[in-house]
């Protein structure tokens, strides 16, 4: 009898902490969205508090600079005594750039992936893709460091006229670094290709080679585009590479042997402090910087329209 006795009480007991448990659980499950909400609101109004301090000291520099002379001027001279602010060389030396890294990135990329998701062995595959994740994961300022010291000097000495700070190494360099995301974003794409596709062409009569060519990479157009666009919107905002190896020259060409300056360099230039706070000077990196936003917005937006516009449902 007391032993029975206590069983009951212990059963009692049992049903009081299950049913404590499951207040627990469903406190739990009444406070978890609100803390997943709050998480989710930070990030939109971190975003929006960036964007709106860009736009009001942006203002603030247009109130001061003709905004006709900031987007046609050829001349970038905020230090002179008669300063200039024709943002187009600094453009055009992000442009120059931008352009050798996707020249270098996309066709190494592309390879890359196709090599992983066509032709490369589990055993290769698992060589390979830590890889790219280390050269994903170095510092850029390391990078930038590796294409002043290295990079130049050896091209130099197949280019004599190759200046120590100039467009093309860090151009090279850039290309090196946005290369996994070209070759992990389109190996997921490729990947993604049903095998009935490729079994189908292989059933026609097609090589191994035509198949990832003709068959493959079109069906995964799409993701291999966007991957492209999402390394050029990183190329456009780097910025340790081109400070260290580019110079701090703003020029109105299109020579990659001379230094240059893009607008992520100048900001850095000018929050090192050489400008005071509240002078024209001081407003011209918001501008730079709302611009340089512009161009990587674009660039996302082109990335999920082409996303949208070439995917194919299978």
Not at 9 to 22: G, P, T, Y
Not at 42 to 64: D, K, N
Not at 266 to 288: E, L, N, P, R
């Amino acid at each position: 009898m007391v032993s029975q006795k206590r069983e009951k009480s212990l059963d009692v007991q049992q049903m009081i902490a299950d049913k404590k448990k499951k207040g627990l659980g469903r406190k739990a499950e009444k406070i978890v969205p609100i803390l997943l909400f709050i998480t989710a609101a930070v990030s939109v109004l971190t975003t929006i508090g960036i964007v709106f301090t860009l736009i009001f000291e942006t203002v603030e520099f247009f109130r001061r600079v003709s905004f006709w002379e900031y987007i046609t001027g050829t001349e970038w001279l905020p230090f002179a005594g008669d300063p200039s602010y024709g943002v187009l060389p600094l453009v055009i030396g992000t442009l120059k750039v931008t352009g050798i890294a996707i020249i270098v990135a996309v066709p190494l990329g592309l390879a890359v992936a196709i090599y992983l998701s066509e032709f490369a062995s589990d055993k290769v595959r698992r060589l390979i893709k830590p890889i790219l994740e280390v050269l994903a994961g170095v510092p850029t300022i390391v990078y930038g460091f590796f294409a002043l010291t290295f990079v130049t000097p050896m091209l130099q000495k197949v280019f004599p006229s190759l200046e120590i700070f100039n467009a093309l190494s860090p151009g090279i360099i850039i290309g090196i670094m946005i290369l996994p995301t070209i070759a992990s974003l389109s190996e997921d794409a490729l990947s993604s290709v049903p095998n009935a596709m490729r079994e189908g062409a292989f059933g026609l009569g097609s090589t191994k080679f035509e198949v990832a060519l003709k068959v493959v990479l079109p069906a995964a157009l799409s993701g291999v585009l966007a991957s492209i666009v999402l390394a050029m919107s990183r190329a456009i905002g780097e910025t340790m590479i081109v400070s260290l190896a580019g110079g701090s020259t703003p020029l109105f060409n299109f020579d990659v042997e001379g230094s240059i300056q893009t607008m992520t360099a100048y900001i850095v230039q000018v929050s090192t402090g050489d400008a005071g706070y509240g002078t024209t000077i001081y407003y011209s990196i918001y501008a730079v910087g709302f611009t340089l936003f512009i161009f990587t917005l674009m660039m996302n937006l082109i990335a999920g329209w082409i996303s949208k516009k070439f995917r194919e449902e299978y």
